[in-house]
C-alpha cells in the first residue's frame, strides 16, 4: 500500500518554484506513454469531425484520459463511465491510463499527448501562468481532501494549535506555503514528507499531510488514533481531480468534449451510489489497493464530493468562477506567479452549455453556485460553500 500514499510526493514538482525553463524541460520525460489523441485528421488534434464507418455512422472517438497517479478512490468515477457503458453512449471510447512518477499531466495534456488528464485546481493555475493552456472541465471533488493528520493523544483539535512537534509536509507545496502564512507553528520543526504513515506510527508527537481517503486509513490500520484537520477550513480549497483538457479541444473538438463531461458526471454519480463493482476493477488494476481498503477510501470521499445525494448529472462537478478568482489571488499572493499572468476565467471551459437548474451554475463564470453540498462536512469559511 506504500506507493499509493506516497504519490503526493511525486506530485510537487510545479508547486516547488519551477521557472519555466524547468518545467519545459520537464516535458522531456514525457514522451511515448500513450499512443495521445486519435483524430480524424491525423494530426494530433482532436475535433468534432470524426470518422464515419462503412454503415454511415459516426465510429466511436478514441481519446485517452491520463490520471494524475495510479488508480484509487479519488478515480472511481472516471472507472465507473468506463465499466457502465457511459462513455460509449456518448459515442466515446475511452482509454484511462495510469498516470505515476515522472508523468506530470498538464504538460502531456498541453502538448497533445493525451486529450483529458486529471489534475488539481491549484496546479491547473500555475502551469497556465508557466504556459500551459489546459482548461478545466469538470470538478467531482468540491472540498479540497488535503489534511493534515495529528494523534488524538496530542489533543490538537484545529490547525490552529500546532505547535511543538514535528510536520511532515512537502514545504513548497501551495497548501503548505498557506499554512505558514496563515498560522503561528511555534516549536514546529517541518520536514520533508517521505511517503507512508511509518513515522506517524512511531512517534505521538509527529504530524504529516494525507489525503482524507488515504493515509488516516493506512494509520488506524496501524493502530493509531489520527484525528484528521482539513486545510480547507483554513481557506484554502482548490477543486481536486478535475478534468481536464486543452483549450485548442474546446474549440475544435466541443461536442466531444462535453460529451466526456456528460458521461464522466453520470459515472461519478453511480460510483458515489455503489462503488463496489467499480472498487473491484480498481483493485484489479492496481494491486496496492484492496477492495476492502477501496470501500474506506470511498466512504470518506464522498462528503467531499460535490452534492453526492444529487441525481442531476447536469449539475453534479459544475464549478465556481469566485473559487477560481480567490485561488488565483491566493496563489498570486504566495508567490507563484504574478496575479496578471493568470485570468481565472479562462482556466474553465463551459461543458454543461447553460446554468443547470436549482441556482447552481456551470463553470463560465456566470454566477455564484448555491447547492449546499456538503452538509455533512460544513466548512469554516462561507466564501466556499457551493
Given at each position: 500500500?506504500?506507493?499509493?500514499?506516497?504519490?503526493?510526493?511525486?506530485?510537487?514538482?510545479?508547486?516547488?518554484?519551477?521557472?519555466?525553463?524547468?518545467?519545459?524541460?520537464?516535458?522531456?520525460?514525457?514522451?511515448?506513454?500513450?499512443?495521445?489523441?486519435?483524430?480524424?485528421?491525423?494530426?494530433?488534434?482532436?475535433?468534432?469531425?470524426?470518422?464515419?464507418?462503412?454503415?454511415?455512422?459516426?465510429t466511436p472517438r478514441k481519446v485517452e484520459?491520463?490520471?494524475?497517479?495510479?488508480?484509487?478512490?479519488?478515480?472511481?468515477?472516471?472507472?465507473?463511465?468506463?465499466?457502465?457503458?457511459?462513455?460509449?453512449?456518448?459515442?466515446?471510447?475511452?482509454?484511462?491510463?495510469?498516470?505515476?512518477?515522472?508523468?506530470?499531466?498538464?504538460?502531456?495534456?498541453?502538448?497533445?499527448?493525451?486529450?483529458?488528464?486529471?489534475?488539481?485546481?491549484?496546479?491547473?493555475?500555475?502551469?497556465r501562468a508557466r504556459g500551459a493552456d489546459v482548461v478545466a472541465l469538470f470538478a467531482p471533488l468540491h472540498t479540497s481532501?488535503?489534511?493534515?493528520?495529528?494523534?488524538?493523544?496530542?489533543?490538537?483539535?484545529?490547525?490552529?494549535?500546532?505547535?511543538?512537534?514535528?510536520?511532515?509536509?512537502?514545504?513548497d507545496d501551495p497548501f503548505a506555503?498557506?499554512?505558514?502564512?496563515?498560522?503561528?507553528?511555534?516549536?514546529?520543526?517541518?520536514?520533508?514528507?517521505?511517503?507512508?504513515?511509518?513515522?506517524?506510527?512511531?512517534?505521538?508527537?509527529?504530524?504529516?499531510?494525507?489525503?482524507?481517503?488515504?493515509?488516516?486509513?493506512?494509520?488506524?490500520?496501524?493502530?493509531?488514533?489520527p484525528r484528521v484537520l482539513l486545510v480547507s477550513d483554513l481557506g484554502f480549497n482548490p477543486y481536486t481531480s478535475v478534468l481536464i483538457a486543452r483549450t485548442e479541444t474546446t474549440r475544435r473538438a466541443a461536442a466531444v468534449v462535453k460529451a466526456m463531461v456528460?458521461?464522466?458526471?453520470?459515472?461519478?454519480?453511480?460510483?458515489?451510489?455503489?462503488?463496489?463493482p467499480i472498487n473491484a476493477r480498481i483493485a484489479a488494476r492496481n494491486p496496492e489497493m484492496t477492495e476492502d481498503f477501496l470501500a474506506e477510501s470511498a466512504a470518506a470521499l464522498r462528503p467531499f464530493c460535490d452534492d453526492p445525494a444529487t441525481t442531476d448529472a447536469r449539475r453534479f462537478g459544475t464549478m465556481d468562477p469566485a473559487r477560481w478568482l480567490e485561488l488565483r489571488d491566493q496563489l498570486a499572493s504566495l508567490g507563484f506567479f504574478e496575479?496578471?499572468?493568470?485570468?481565472?476565467?479562462?482556466?474553465?471551459?463551459d461543458a454543461f452549455g447553460s446554468p443547470p437548474p436549482n441556482g447552481s451554475v456551470s463553470a463560465n463564470g456566470s454566477g455564484v453556485s448555491s447547492s449546499n453540498r456538503l452538509e455533512q462536512r460544513p466548512l469554516s469559511s462561507a466564501r466556499f460553500k457551493v
Open positions: 500500500m506504500e506507493r499509493a500514499t506516497t504519490r503526493r510526493r511525486f506530485l510537487s514538482g510545479v508547486a516547488a518554484g519551477l521557472g519555466a525553463s524547468c518545467w519545459l524541460g520537464s516535458l522531456a520525460g514525457c514522451g511515448g506513454e500513450g499512443s495521445g489523441i486519435a483524430s480524424s485528421s491525423g494530426d494530433g488534434t482532436l475535433s468534432d469531425e470524426g470518422p464515419i464507418g462503412p454503415d454511415g455512422k459516426p484520459l491520463l490520471l494524475n497517479w495510479y488508480p484509487e478512490a479519488e478515480h472511481g468515477g472516471f472507472f465507473a463511465a468506463e465499466a457502465l457503458g457511459f462513455y460509449r453512449e456518448e459515442n466515446l471510447d475511452v482509454t484511462i491510463v495510469d498516470g505515476g512518477p515522472g508523468k506530470p499531466v498538464s504538460p502531456q495534456v498541453d502538448q497533445g499527448r493525451f486529450a483529458f488528464g486529471i489534475e488539481n485546481a491549484d496546479r491547473i493555475l500555475v502551469f481532501p488535503r489534511c493534515i493528520l495529528v494523534h488524538e493523544e496530542s489533543g490538537i483539535t484545529k490547525l490552529e494549535d500546532l505547535a511543538n512537534l514535528t510536520l511532515a509536509m512537502n514545504d506555503k498557506f499554512m505558514r502564512a496563515k498560522l503561528p507553528l511555534p516549536g514546529v520543526e517541518v520536514v520533508a514528507y517521505t511517503g507512508g504513515v511509518k513515522a506517524f506510527l512511531a512517534r505521538k508527537d509527529f504530524a504529516q499531510q494525507g489525503y482524507v481517503f488515504s493515509e488516516p486509513i493506512l494509520a488506524r490500520r496501524g493502530g493509531a488514533k456528460r458521461a464522466s458526471s453520470r459515472g461519478w454519480l453511480a460510483y458515489l451510489k455503489d462503488p463496489a496575479s496578471s499572468a493568470v485570468d481565472p476565467a479562462a482556466a474553465v471551459f
